[in-house]
């Protein structure tokens, strides 16, 4: 359980994570880091779900992106397909929400690719609580990364499964 918010604005792409990884009522580790950046691709991605099921679709992911020359919605779409169908990747239990300067996405086991509307996207179990947050802040002055990591204290205030010890990547 986690909560991952993508938000874009002036320019700016964020991706903000909390750090409490659970397994069921208990907190397991407070400082999991589950935001990435694929540096080579300009691309950012957080995950909600199992951290081992996670890696191995950051690993899909940038190894489509480097098949498509880094065309994010072909990679999203491909790793979908790859995610739905593959006898072992459709066990993998995650979301994840990506972003390059174009283009945000979350992805996801059932074959979805979705775009948010209004620039701001929130997965895990304090998702909706970030993306509510999220989507109040984006009428004021702050910036991408302030709106990101308020929404994820918001969420950490609320949500049991999602804790203040913040990740953060942009582009």
Same mark, same amino acid.
């Given at each position: 359980m986690? /909560?991952?918010?993508?938000v874009r &604005?002036?320019? *700016?792409?964020v991706?903000a994570?909390d750090g409490q990884?659970s397994m069921?009522n208990?907190v397991i580790?407070?400082?999991?880091? &589950?935001?990435r950046k694929i540096?080579?691709?300009n691309?950012?991605a957080?995950?909600?779900?199992s /951290?081992a099921? %996670?890696?191995t ?6 190894? &489509?992106?480097?098949?498509h020359a880094?065309?994010l919605a072909?990679?999203?779409? *491909?790793?979908?397909?790859d995610?739905r ?7 993998l239990e995650a =979301?994840? %929400? $990506?972003?390059?300067? *174009? ?6 086991g059932?074959g979805d690719?979705?775009e ?7 997965i895990?179990s304090?998702?909706?609580? %970030?993306?509510a947050?999220?989507k $109040?802040?984006?009428?004021t002055? =702050?910036? %991408? *990364?302030e709106?990101?990591?308020?929404a994820?204290k918001v969420?950490s205030e609320?949500?049991?499964? /999602?804790?203040d010890n913040l ?5």
């Open positions: 986690t /909560t991952i918010v993508l &604005k002036n320019n *700016e792409v991706v994570g990884v069921g208990t580790k407070k400082t999991a880091n &589950k935001v540096e080579k691709r691309v950012i957080g995950f909600a779900g /951290t099921d %996670a890696l679709l950051f690993e899909r992911l940038e190894s &489509k992106l480097e098949k880094g065309n072909r990679a999203a779409v *491909e790793l979908a397909k995610w169908t593959d006898k072992y990747l459709r066990r =979301l994840m %929400a $990506v972003g390059d300067k *174009e283009n945000s996405f979350i992805i996801s059932t690719v979705l948010p509307e209004g620039d701001v996207i929130g895990g304090g998702g909706n609580y %970030a993306l947050s999220a $109040v802040l984006m009428d002055d =702050l910036s %991408a *990364e709106i990101a990591k308020k994820i969420a609320i949500c049991v499964f /999602t804790n990740n953060v990547e942009k582009i």
